[in-house]
Every structure is written in C-alpha cells, then in structure tokens.
C-alpha cells in the first residue's frame, strides 16, 4: 500500500470511530424506560416514604384561624368641622403596639408560652383599627379575652383626651343656654310684674303696658327660639360624639389560614416524585458504575 493511501484509511477509520461514538453518547428514550421498569421498586419506595413524611407532617401541624376585633378611636362632634378624632390613627397604633399590647399580653399570660399576640391594622376611615390574631380555636376565648382588654385599656387611656375635647366643643352652647335662661328669667319677672300694674292701671295706661307686654313676649319668644337652637346643638355634639368603641370582639376567619393541609400533601406528592426519579436514575448510575470497575 503507497503512502498517500495509509492517510486516507486512517481519516476514514477516525470518521467511523467518531460516529460510533456519537452514536454511543445519545441518549434514548427506550434506555430511559428501561431504568424506569428496572428500577420502578426504587421509584416508588421513595416517592411513598416521602408521602407518607409529608401526610404525617401535615397531619401534626395546627389549624389556625384568624380572629378579628374592631375598634372606633374616640371622636369629638364640632358644628363647623363634623366628627374629628381626638387623637391621630398612627398615634394610636404606636401606643398600641409599644405600650398597651406588651402590657396586657404580660398580664394576662406571663411568660406562659404560647400566649396569644395581637397585630394592629387599619380599617375603615381615619378613625378605625382592627386587632388581629392568628390562633387555634382553642385559644378563641384567650383571644377575646386579650382584645377586650387592649381596648379598655386605650379606653382608659385616651378617656382624659376625649373628655377635654368634648369639653371644649360643648361649653361654648352650655355656656350660651346658661346666658338665655338668665335673660328669660329676667324678662320673665319683668312679665309678671307688668301683669300685676295691668290689673290697677286706668285705660290709657293700660295699653301702654299691653304694649310693653307684648314687646316682652317678643324678646322672650325669640330668646327661647335661640336656647333651643343651642340646646339642639348640644345634645347632637353630646349623642354624636363618642370615646372608644368596640364594635366586635374575635370574630373567627371562615376558612383555616396559613399553609393548608392538602397544600402540603399535593407537594409532598410532587417531591415525592422528583426524588423517586433521581433515586432511580442515581441507582442505576451507581450500578453500571460498579460493574465497570469489576
């Protein structure tokens, strides 16, 4: 054979080694279900361990409801500008979540673990908050408990703010009704004693004083018209205006919160069989692996 053959029989040869080999590195996918049927005892053995931990797992942990209690912030009536709250809503967050809260989860549970907590929220308009609790039904009472308390103690302790306030918005009218009733009494004896001169006063005389009568009646009609404007006045700032209010205590959540029961189950069935796979395919790795080193 010539030299400029020898080459060409050897590209050809590398050719057919290279394809061979290419042709070995594939994968297929009758190979890929041939580990499958051959190691499917694997595959399953884990997949069930896994949920069977999982179902057991979900089984153990708590089912947890959310409880929910609403409060209004003490709210003053003013004729000019309405409703105003007598202390800002971010306030009365801070005072809540730094001061009360510590404070009455200390008295009511100590150092008990588990004690319930309480998250503050806002709720409705500048005025409203809501106290929010994540518990087991067990703990529904203590829950209550627990937000009763939160409330009567901001009660207590804006009690004094919504007082002055109110204070101030009802003792101006308070002040004026004080005023006419003074001026009515006033014209009121001043009646009575026109209507005793009317009794012995001659013709002339007496229309004089029929008149002045009349001018009284007048003055005093228009003065008890004013008192009762103020008085209708006061009695709205006194009915409309209000301390703090609780205005549902713990209500229970419909449905369980948090991370579902079936959710954990339907992922540990999904992991459950990832991890047969890899199983299975890392046997059958190990195996050949073995068995090319004998």
Do not use: C, K
């Not at 942990?61 to 709210?75: A, D, F, M, N």
């Not at 908050?129 to 308390?149: I, K, R, Y």
Request: proline share 3%.
């Amino acid at each position: 054979m010539s030299e400029q053959s020898r080459p060409a029989s050897r590209n050809r040869q590398d050719a057919e080694f290279e394809r061979v080999d290419r042709h070995d590195d594939e994968i297929s996918l009758y190979d890929l279900w041939d580990v499958l049927v051959r190691r499917f005892p694997v595959l399953v053995s884990v997949a069930l361990l896994v949920v069977v931990a999982g179902f057991a797992y979900a089984m153990m942990q708590p089912v947890e409801h959310r409880y929910r209690s609403g409060l209004e912030l003490p709210r003053v009536y003013h004729p000019e500008s309405g409703l105003q709250t007598v202390i800002p809503r971010e306030t009365a967050i801070a005072t809540l979540e730094d001061v009360i809260i510590p404070s009455q989860r200390e008295r009511l549970f100590g150092d008990r673990a588990g004690g319930a907590g309480a998250q503050v929220i806002e709720r409705g308009g500048e005025h409203g908050l809501a106290l929010e609790t994540t518990s087991q039904p067990a703990n529904a009472n203590a829950v209550a408990a627990l937000h009763e308390a939160i409330i009567a103690a901001l009660d207590d302790r804006l009690a004094s703010r919504y007082e002055r306030w109110l204070a101030v918005s009802a003792e101006p009218f308070e002040n004026r009704i004080a005023m006419y009733d003074e001026q009515i009494d006033v014209l009121q004896v001043q009646l009575d004693t026109l209507n005793e001169r009317v009794e012995g006063a001659d013709g002339v005389t007496t229309l004089v004083f029929a008149q002045q009568l009349g001018d009284l009646r007048r003055e005093m009609t228009e003065l008890r018209r004013h008192r009762v404007d103020a008085q209708s006045t006061l009695t709205a700032i006194r009915d409309a205006s209000h301390g703090t209010e609780q205005l549902f205590v713990a209500n229970e959540s419909d449905s369980p919160v948090g991370t579902g029961r079936s959710l954990i189950v339907a992922l540990s069935v999904v992991l459950g069989g990832m991890l047969g796979l890899f199983a299975a395919f890392l046997t059958e790795f190990v195996s050949n692996a073995r068995a090319r080193r004998v």
